[in-house]
């Protein structure tokens, strides 16, 4: 079955500091992918997207993830964090346009001051 | 911007009980979803909607049921709620062929 695995449930970091949050999917079929960013109290909401292109995408708030074919994964980065970040972040993929998200196990970030 | 509005934050439930969670879009997307999201299992897709009347299974559609009697509109249905209903219920909805997901604020219910 097709799966995306977020590697740490939980993730510290000092702020400042760079963020890496780690996302690999299962599939010889490059899906599109996607982070989403859910701030308390609130719902999901997109932070980036890759479908075809660059492979490196940027999005809201000066996160990036870089899409690697021969690693199945779809990394987040952030060079240096904000008190304002923290938040649960989830990793989605989906295998054709408009179809099905399939969403990660989801990384709560916290920044520390 | 895109409203997807659910009806509850907070919902306590007796063990049993028909109950409705209600979500109201305002940008006439087609395509509406229902998730439940549970601690460290992420977002488990219940039932999602392409068009009105029209619904499909999601991945954990056990002990649930859909209706969309119009565009805006998507409810879930527990038939008879039990304990390990309790979960966070989110809503989202999209346009036809397109991948991003606006997603209400969540329904917290707990069912005891």
């Known amino acids: 079955a097709q799966s995306v695995t977020q590697l740490g449930s939980h993730v510290s970091v000092s702020e400042g500091a760079l963020v890496l949050l780690r996302c690999n999917y299962s599939?010889?079929?490059?899906?599109?992918l996607f982070w989403y960013v859910q701030y308390p109290n609130q719902g999901l909401q997109l932070l980036l997207k890759?479908?075809?292109?660059?492979?490196l995408v940027k999005g809201i708030n000066g996160f990036e993830a870089e899409f690697k074919k021969s690693e199945t994964s779809f990394h987040l980065t952030k060079p240096s964090a904000h008190m304002s970040d923290a938040a649960e972040y989830f990793c989605?993929?989906?295998?054709?346009?408009?179809?099905?998200?399939?969403f990660g196990q989801g990384t709560e970030l916290s920044v520390k001051p | 911007d895109v409203k997807v509005t659910q009806s509850s934050r907070y919902l306590v439930k007796r063990t049993g009980e028909k109950v409705f969670l209600e979500c109201v879009q305002d940008?006439?997307?087609?395509?509406m979803f229902w998730y439940r999201q549970d601690p460290g299992l992420g977002l488990r897709l219940i039932y999602f909607?392409?068009?009105?009347?029209?619904?499909e299974k999601g991945d954990i559609p056990e002990g649930y049921s859909v209706s969309r009697e119009k565009k805006e509109r998507f409810s879930l249905i527990l038939e008879s709620a039990s304990t390990n209903q309790t979960s966070m219920y989110l809503c989202?909805?999209?346009?036809?062929?397109?991948?991003?997901?606006?997603f209400g604020s969540g329904t917290q219910l707990s069912v005891l």
């Open positions: 909607s392409y068009d009105v009347k029209m619904k």
């Open positions: 989605a993929v989906s295998y054709n346009q408009g179809g099905k998200l399939i």
């Open positions: 599939s010889s079929v490059p899906p599109y």
């Open positions: 989202a909805s999209r346009t036809q062929g397109n991948e991003k997901l606006f």
């Open positions: 890759y479908t075809t292109g660059a492979t």
């Open positions: 940008m006439d997307h087609e395509n």
